[in-house]
C-alpha cells in the first residue's frame, strides 16, 4: 500500500511539473517530533551553532543544498530562545525568512519560537500553506511530510513577533530516486493498459 502512495504522489508531481498548474499537496502535519522522527527515519539537521552572534545567514550551508535568501537572517545565541543548544536562526520582526533547496524535498520540520506561518513552493507555485503555528514562547515542532515536493519555504510570523528557529531537519531525496520514480510509473500506466 505504501508503494501504491508512493507511486501515485509521483505521478501526480510530474503530471503537475508537465502542465505548470497550481497544485495544493497534502500535508501531514505533526507538533510531536518523536512521532515526526519515527515517521520520516533518517534526516538531516542544520542547528545554526559556530558562528557569531548577529552574523548572516546566507550560503553557509550551501554544501548541505540549503541556502538563506531572504537578507534577514542572522544567527542568535540564546539559552532561553534556542532551548536545544542555546543557538538558532533569528529574523527581525515582519521578515520573512526564506530557505531554498538545491532540489526538491517532500520532508521538512522545525524547532522554533513564538508563532510561525510556514508557506512551501515548489518553483514560483504555492504548493501549501501551514496557517498559524505555535504560539507566545519557545520550544515548539512542526513536522510536515507532504505528496507533492517543495523546494523553498517561507517562514513568517503573522502576529509581528521575531521569526526564531532552533534546529531545522529536512530529507534530500536523491535525483535518481525521482527518476526511478517516472519510470516506475510509467511501467505501472503500462501495464494498466495491456
Known amino acids: 500500500m505504501k508503494r501504491t502512495a508512493s507511486l501515485s504522489a509521483c505521478v501526480v508531481c510530474l503530471s503537475t511539473l508537465a502542465l505548470g498548474h497550481f497544485a495544493c499537496a497534502s500535508m501531514d502535519v505533526t507538533?510531536?517530533?518523536k512521532l515526526w522522527s519515527y515517521e520520516v527515519g533518517s534526516f538531516h539537521t542544520i542547528d545554526f551553532t559556530g558562528?557569531?552572534?548577529g552574523m548572516p545567514i546566507t550560503t553557509q550551508y550551501e554544501d548541505q543544498g540549503v541556502v538563506f535568501t531572504g537578507g534577514v537572517e542572522q544567527f542568535r545565541h540564546?539559552?532561553?530562545?534556542y532551548p536545544i543548544d542555546g543557538e538558532g536562526l533569528f529574523a527581525e520582526p515582519w521578515n520573512d525568512v526564506i530557505i531554498k533547496f538545491d532540489q526538491p524535498?517532500?520532508?521538512y520540520g522545525q524547532h522554533f519560537g513564538y508563532q510561525?506561518?510556514?508557506d512551501f513552493f515548489l518553483g514560483?507555485?504555492?504548493v501549501f500553506s501551514s496557517g498559524v503555528l505555535g504560539k507566545c514562547g519557545c520550544g515548539f515542532f512542526a513536522g510536515f511530510i507532504s505528496d507533492l515536493p517543495f523546494d523553498q519555504i517561507i517562514v513568517?510570523?503573522?502576529v509581528g513577533?521575531?521569526?526564531e528557529i532552533d534546529n531545522l531537519y529536512y530529507v534530500t531525496v536523491p535525483a535518481p530516486a525521482s527518476l526511478a520514480c517516472f519510470l516506475i510509473s510509467g511501467l505501472c500506466l503500462r501495464r494498466r493498459r495491456r
Not at 540564546?78 to 530562545?81: A, G, K, M, P
Open 51 to 53: 558562528f557569531s552572534h
Open 31 to 33: 507538533t510531536d517530533f
Open 161 to 163: 513577533n521575531p521569526v
Open 105 to 107: 524535498h517532500l520532508v
Open 156 to 158: 513568517n510570523n503573522p
Open 116 to 118: 510561525a506561518q510556514l
Open 124 to 126: 514560483d507555485k504555492l
Open 78 to 81: 540564546d539559552q532561553v530562545e
